[in-house]
């Protein structure tokens, strides 16, 4: 059975991060939003005898609980159940802070996922979760691809075609004593170019409804 893992994020691209790098070690990522009651889902789904995620990825900026009091009571609750907290787009984590993190019940406390340093922090991070989740050793093929999509930019959609060139028509001759000058005109075919759609992703996912 693929494991689950259940996550917030309060950064829209470190969400989208985790989950295109953990579906691409074929995972199933729930997608909470950031005020959502977590502690309320997991009791509902162990009432309605659904299996409990596999692991809880939770970001710092949870706003319905503090995530290091959920901690507290999510381990009294569900003590085999692993909590890693990341904090946004921070570079780095103090060993002071690391250590506060575990000792009020969190697994790990992880720092946000660098675009400068895509691959590495995204292979470092991932491979701390897989450990959790005894699922090692990572698919590296699957994980590059998911990587170069998160950072190919975006396309520049083709310029437009340039419009005909039409010769105006040349004036009949005159059947009458009095000389007009013909007008030729042309009807505009050219066409408008077309804006960029928006691209946007939305900003919730769910990998499974329960």
Same mark, same amino acid.
């Given at each position: 059975?693929?494991? @689950?893992?259940?996550?917030?994020? =309060?950064?829209?691209?470190?969400?989208?991060?985790?989950?295109?790098? +953990?579906?691409?070690?074929?995972?199933?990522?729930?997608?909470?939003?950031?005020?959502?009651?977590?502690?309320?889902?997991?009791?509902?789904?162990?009432? $309605?005898?659904?299996?409990?995620?596999?692991?809880?990825? +939770?970001?710092?900026?949870? @706003?319905?609980?503090?995530?290091?009091?959920?901690?507290?009571?999510?381990?009294?609750?569900?003590?085999? #159940?692993?909590?890693?907290?990341?904090?946004?787009?921070?570079?780095?984590? *103090?060993? =002071?802070?690391?250590?506060? $993190?575990?000792?009020?019940?969190?697994?790990?406390?992880?720092?946000?996922?660098?675009?400068?340093?895509?691959?590495?922090?995204?292979?470092?991070?991932?491979?701390?979760?897989?450990? +959790?989740?005894?699922? #090692?050793?990572?698919?590296?093929?699957?994980?590059?691809?998911? +990587?170069?999509?998160? *950072?190919?930019?975006?396309?520049?959609?083709?310029?437009?075609?340039? *419009?005909?060139?039409?010769?105006?028509?040349?004036?009949?001759?005159?059947?009458?004593?009095?000389?007009?000058?013909?007008?030729? @005109?042309?009807?505009?075919?050219?066409?408008?170019?077309?804006?960029?759609?928006?691209?946007?992703?939305?900003?919730?996912?769910?990998?499974?409804?329960?």
């Amino acid at each position: 059975m693929k494991p @689950t893992v259940l996550m917030t994020q =309060a950064v829209q691209r470190q969400g989208e991060i985790w989950h295109s790098i +953990l579906s691409s070690q074929n995972i199933t990522v729930i997608w909470e939003s950031l005020d959502g009651d977590i502690l309320g889902v997991l009791e509902q789904m162990e009432t $309605a005898g659904l299996t409990l995620p596999n692991l809880l990825l +939770l970001d710092l900026g949870m @706003t319905i609980t503090n995530p290091y009091r959920f901690c507290q009571v999510a381990q009294s609750r569900f003590p085999s #159940l692993p909590i890693v907290i990341t904090v946004g787009q921070e570079r780095q984590i *103090s060993s =002071a802070e690391r250590r506060w $993190a575990l000792r009020l019940g969190a697994t790990d406390l992880l720092p946000g996922i660098q675009e400068s340093t895509l691959i590495a922090t995204a292979v470092s991070h991932l491979t701390r979760i897989l450990e +959790l989740l005894d699922a #090692l050793p990572i698919q590296q093929d699957a994980l590059m691809e998911s +990587l170069s999509r998160l *950072s190919a930019p975006l396309e520049s959609p083709p310029p437009p075609a340039p *419009s005909p060139t039409v010769e105006p028509a040349a004036p009949e001759p005159s059947q009458s004593m009095q000389q007009y000058r013909g007008v030729g @005109t042309v009807a505009d075919t050219s066409t408008l170019p077309k804006g960029d759609e928006d691209g946007q992703r939305r900003r919730r996912y769910r990998g499974s409804s329960y």
